[in-house]
């Protein structure tokens, strides 16, 4: 063998040493979360279908998806903070406030939106017919008390009904509550819930019942359609993790063209994920609703972020929705259009 041998096989040994030293740099394992609803019918595909670990073998990782569910966001921010977390995913509420909390150190930031949905408040207290004719015993639950999407949408229609200043008149009245045993307090008319501003498919399943009655829809509100969930993580994450988040993103678009094409196996697998007492006809009908989006497009957060930053909850500011998400990969783009037919 020549020198000139020798150097070149030299070079290709350490080309292949650096090849794989990076492959080992990305995670074997990546944590993600999730919370209860049909909302999060992308990440349950995702899960029940394997996609995130077919994405990652195609770009050459052995990789294993763990999935922890939570009930709320504050939750997940932590486990998030703490390094138990690579992957959140919950309302609008609980990620500006963490993005806000971050911009000097971890800065995190969103991954991709999963959808617009509206909220609505519901209750079984006959004498309430509008958000102000709540009293002192009744009793609002909601996921997390004060940054939940649904508490920040509560502040901002108490700001709207009762005036400047009065965004928290109604705080005193909500609870921190997961969204099963919330609508089972409700339903159940043995406890002090008398409302719960929920989310799919909880709403809509309370609404069957003619006690029940829809106080308040965030989607009038905020003026229209908006975000209510996305993904979010760290810096630290995405940096150390390119071809992870890559697979994530074509995770995510096969999930969304799964609910375009086929929604009633996506509903199937969901109802059987969640051992829902839901039927096939009505998840289904959840699922095509107009006013239900599957989309990673995000819609009126900047509006969310302009109440916070008025009401003092984050003071981190943006000009644009782009400023609170990382920058989408080249190499994830290739699967095509972003967002999702409804």
């Known amino acids: ?11 290709t040994v350490a080309a292949l ?3 794989l030293g990076a492959a080992r740099a990305e995670v074997s394992t990546v944590r993600l979360a999730k919370q209860f609803g049909i909302s999060y019918l992308p990440l349950t595909l995702m899960e029940e279908e394997g996609l995130l670990e077919k994405q990652a073998k195609a770009r050459g990782l052995d990789l294993k998806a763990e999935w922890l569910r939570f009930t709320g966001g504050s939750g997940m921010n932590e486990a998030l903070l703490s390094g138990n977390l690579d992957l959140a995913a919950g309302g609008v509420g609980p990620f500006l406030t ?8 971890i800065k995190v930031k969103g991954v991709a939106a999963l959808n617009a949905m509206p909220l609505w408040l519901v209750t079984v207290n006959p004498d309430v017919k509008s958000i102000k004719d709540f009293g002192p015993k009744d009793k609002i639950a909601l996921p997390t008390a004060k940054t939940s999407i649904q508490a920040i949408t509560l502040q901002m229609a108490a700001e709207q009904a009762f005036g400047a200043g009065q965004q928290g008149k109604l705080d005193p009245l909500t609870v921190s509550m997961g969204h099963p045993d919330a609508q089972t307090a409700m339903m159940g008319g043995r406890s002090e819930i ?34 209510f969930n996305l993904v979010w993580a760290s810096s630290r994450f995405i940096t150390a993790n390119p071809k992870v988040t890559e697979a994530f ?10 609910i375009r094409d086929d929604p009633e196996r996506a ?4 109802i059987k994920a969640e051992s829902s007492k839901l039927s096939q006809g009505e998840a289904v009908a959840i699922i095509r609703a107009p006013q239900n989006e599957w989309t990673t497009a995000p819609k009126r957060m900047l509006d969310y972020l302009a109440y916070m930053n008025r009401a003092g909850l984050v003071s981190a500011k943006a000009s644009a929705e782009s400023e609170l998400f990382f920058p989408v990969p080249e190499a994830a783009k290739i699967g095509g259009p972003k967002e999702a037919a409804r």
């Open 17 to 19: 040493c650096g090849a």
């Open 249 to 258: 993103l074509a995770a995510l678009e096969d999930s969304l063209r799964l």
């Open 1 to 11: 063998m020549t020198a000139r041998s020798i150097i070149r096989l030299v070079g």
């Open 194 to 227: 008398t409302a719960h501003f929920g989310a799919p498919p909880f709403q809509e399943m309370e609404l069957k019942d003619p006690r029940a009655r829809k106080v308040l829809d965030s989607y009038d509100v905020m003026g229209g359609a908006h975000t």
């Open 98 to 105: 963490i993005w806000g909390r971050t911009q000097t150190n």
């Open 267 to 270: 509903a199937a697998l969901w």
